[in-house]
């Protein structure tokens, strides 16, 4: 059983170290969120853009660093423009989702943390097929 649970662990150690990573990515983007949002009488959709911009600041850090540091052979700068596209669309879909739930009535912060699942899926796989991929061989 423990030998399996290693085996399973190392089989999706990038999906992990990427979960593990949006967690702390999460704690900034929710820290930074609140904090505008309780003291800054900015609107709702406001405070999220800035909240996922510090988070997305450390997100690259990290997932370039740890969860896709052996894929990918694109340079940095072409890295953080394809980083930014993907975490764009995100940051987009994120406001407009989170303004959309709030207006349904749903509680702020329960509609920042379903934002919050949403926007990971979609950079998990917008970085792993998009951003940190490696270049296609042109043959």
Not at 29 to 51: K, M, N, P, W
Not at 119 to 126: H, K
């Amino acid at each position: 059983m423990k030998k399996r649970l290693i085996e399973t662990i190392k089989k999706h150690r990038r999906f992990i170290t990427f979960a593990v990573i949006g967690g702390v990515n999460t704690f900034v983007d929710f820290l930074v969120f609140t904090a505008f949002y309780e003291l800054s009488g900015l609107a709702i959709d406001i405070c999220q853009a800035i909240g996922y911009c510090a988070g997305i600041i450390n997100s690259f850090i990290l997932n370039r660093n740890l969860t896709f540091k052996n894929q990918g052979t694109r340079p940095v700068i072409e890295q953080i423009i394809r980083f930014l596209v993907i975490n764009g669309i995100s940051g987009v879909t994120g406001m407009i989702l989170i303004k959309w739930l709030h207006r349904m009535g749903i509680y702020e912060y329960v509609a920042k943390a379903l934002v919050i699942v949403v926007t990971m899926a979609l950079n998990y796989v917008g970085y792993k097929l998009f951003v940190f991929a490696g270049k296609k061989s042109r043959q």
